[in-house]
């Protein structure tokens, strides 16, 4: 994720499927496009885009000038669009002599509608070119009404929409920078995390996880990488002849009627009875990472690969 956070505001902002960028000699596969996130990856990079107000556009202007003030980024200039009214406000981290950047936040102006573009390399500790994400963004133009014909759901939606009987209940890809992997009720954690401190002792990272409450559990990832897949079944085992390693058990209710799963970034949501669960989490194909940056669909096929399986039993 970005250091950078756009400051959002309940004003209106753009709908995003009003924008349209062309890849030219890009290669680019749009792995979600919604009217509040556009996420795309290149060969070499992977883009996210999101709409912004005004205000929130100024703000980050603000912070992004004060980084290249304190020599945390540089700004090469602005950058003018192919079509009229379009300008590209561009701020680099780790930016080589060849052009390479480590990260990369940009800010496109459409006229009186903002977007805030982050870029980063899909290699971890890798760079991108510069000049090519240029020359991609410098394209951006504007539609007069959303092209509802061109929405891509993002994989995890997409696999619960097709997938089969045999198939996991839910398949997700989750961001961990580290951080433990929580499974239950969002509202719930934020409550507990404003009353106390919520840091694991020693004890609960060598049992492989903890209870928080009766509605929240969470467990810890092994051998810490960067995101790991999460399979989810319910009230039934998956077929596994692949090394299996148990990493926590614990007993969940569910209260809200949907089991939330997240970590350090999106909160995903699986519809569920209410009740009490056994749950275990095992970890399949240990250790085994693919060198290359999967996008999630991708990923979602690679059954060869490491992956956490999720299974929750009612137990009454």
């Known amino acids: ?27 680019l596969e749009i792995e979600s496009f919604q009217d509040d996130e556009l996420s795309i990856a290149a060969r070499q990079w992977r883009l996210i885009a999101t709409p912004l107000d005004p205000d929130g556009a100024k703000n980050l202007t603000r912070v992004m000038q004060q980084m290249v003030q304190n020599r945390t980024a540089v700004d090469p200039g602005i950058l003018a669009g192919d079509q009229p009214g379009v300008q590209i406000r561009r701020y680099l981290r780790g930016l080589g002599s060849k052009g390479r950047a480590a990260h990369g936040d940009y800010l496109i102006q459409c006229g009186d509608e903002w977007v805030f573009v982050m870029v980063v390399a899909r290699a971890p500790h890798d760079e991108f070119d510069s000049a090519e994400v240029d020359r991609v963004l410098r394209t951006a133009q504007l539609s007069e009404q959303p092209a509802l014909d061109r929405q891509v759901q993002p994989a995890w939606q997409e696999y619960l929409e097709n997938r089969q009987p045999k198939d996991p209940d839910g398949k997700f890809l989750i961001s961990l920078e580290p951080a433990p992997v929580m499974i239950g009720n969002f509202d719930l954690f934020e409550e507990l995390e404003d009353q106390a401190d919520l840091s694991p002792d020693d004890d609960d990272v060598m049992r492989g996880g903890r209870a928080l409450d009766r509605q929240l559990i969470e467990f810890y990832v092994l051998d810490d990488p960067l995101s790991i897949r999460c399979d989810l079944w319910i009230n039934r085992e998956p077929e596994v002849s692949q090394p299996r390693e148990l990493v926590f ?22 519809d569920i ?5 056994d749950v275990s989490i095992f970890v399949i194909e240990r250790g085994k990472i693919c060198d290359d940056d999967l996008t ?3 990923y979602f096929r690679r059954d060869d690969l490491e992956r956490y399986e999720i299974v929750l039993k009612a137990n009454g």
């Open 296 to 298: 999630d669909r991708e």
């Open 273 to 277: 009875p209410n009740g009490k669960y």
């Open 249 to 270: 058990r614990a007993k969940l209710e569910v209260a809200i009627g949907r089991l939330e799963i997240w970590s350090a970034d999106e909160i995903y949501q699986y």
């Open 1 to 27: 994720m970005s250091d950078v956070e756009p400051q959002l505001s309940d004003a209106p902002r753009l709908n995003l499927l009003r924008l349209a960028l062309n890849g030219g000699g890009a290669k």
